[in-house]
């Protein structure tokens, strides 16, 4: 093992000196920046090697507007709000789902949960709050066509559910962000394929590797990064095999395919990306929250003078927040990303605060 981690901290720093400058590399996954800071890997890396955080924490991403549209549903009292856990603790416009403390939202583990609560309530609409990457996308598609099959009309889906590649081409094509390789999501990929990024390469010539979530894992992530651009030879490369195929998961694709089309979606942060979010198709629109109570997504600015968005994009580390550690904590959440287990400003927080 000494071996391995050798050698890539050998490749990066060849590439640190080839390039001469700072070498930004954004992990894209919330997984992938736990695990960094977890196993303490940002302090063995060369110092002008720079890990930025990116859009890949689900929680982090939904964007404010939808967040008060979760809070203003559940002041409905014919309405039951299915969600996760980390959903209702993001500060809304009138606070939070946890702070407005009604008996009809619901905490869930899955997709199939909120369906359970809508056969259980038939005098209520049950909104499930669909927030999540193509990993979580699959079993809201399943939930949908189960509610199909078993005529559940009282059943909806608040489409929160975000494309990864989509937003990987956003960060790239503005040009305040210095994004010179990605170390790409894990779970995603294990749905999508590692072929996916291949698009990401044709129009912007980045390395886009693949990892697991070990720290061996993102180390020789890192690494293979850093032989890319050392060696000259930028490419889309998995080094996740066990998980990962080229192809990714047919199934799953096919299904989130027949029940969910891209749309521009708002993003936080990022505004609308151009294909970036998924909403139901046509021929499920009885299921879909937001045409079955009228609300329409726009792009809502963060409150408070959250910084979120900039986090989310790699434009600052989370210290560089006034809020940081100040007014903002775990205990005392201004934005998503202090909320979520996998938000960066939350990882900065429990391991990252001296580096
Ligand atoms: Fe938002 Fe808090 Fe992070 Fe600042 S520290 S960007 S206020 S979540």
Known sequence: ?????????????????????????????G?????IFRNGIRPTLPKSLKLLSGPGCPVCVTDQGYIDVTVELAK????????????IRVPGKSGSLEQLNRSNVKVVMSSDEALNLARENKDKTVVFVAVGFETTTPATAVAVGQAADENLENFTVLSGHKLV???MKALLTDKNNKIDAFLCPGHVSVIIGSDAYKTVLDDFDVPCVVAGFEPMQVIEGIGEICRQIYKDDIKVESIYHAAVKP???PTAQKIIDQYFEAFDGPWRGLGNIPGGTLRLKEEYAQFDAFKRFGIDQVPTEELNGCKCGEVLCGLIDPPQCPKFENTCTPDTPIGPCMVSSEGACSAWYKYGRRR
């Open 76 to 87: 409905r009292d014919d309405v039951i709000l299915a969600t996760y856990g980390d959903m």
């Open 247 to 249: 192809e990714g998961n």
């Open 1 to 29: 093992m000494l071996r391995r981690i050798l050698k890539a901290q050998n490749l990066m720093d060849c590439a640190c000196r080839k390039l001469g400058r700072q070498l930004n590399i954004m992990e894209v996954c």
């Open 31 to 35: 997984t992938h920046t736990v695990s």
């Open 165 to 167: 590649i989509p937003a």
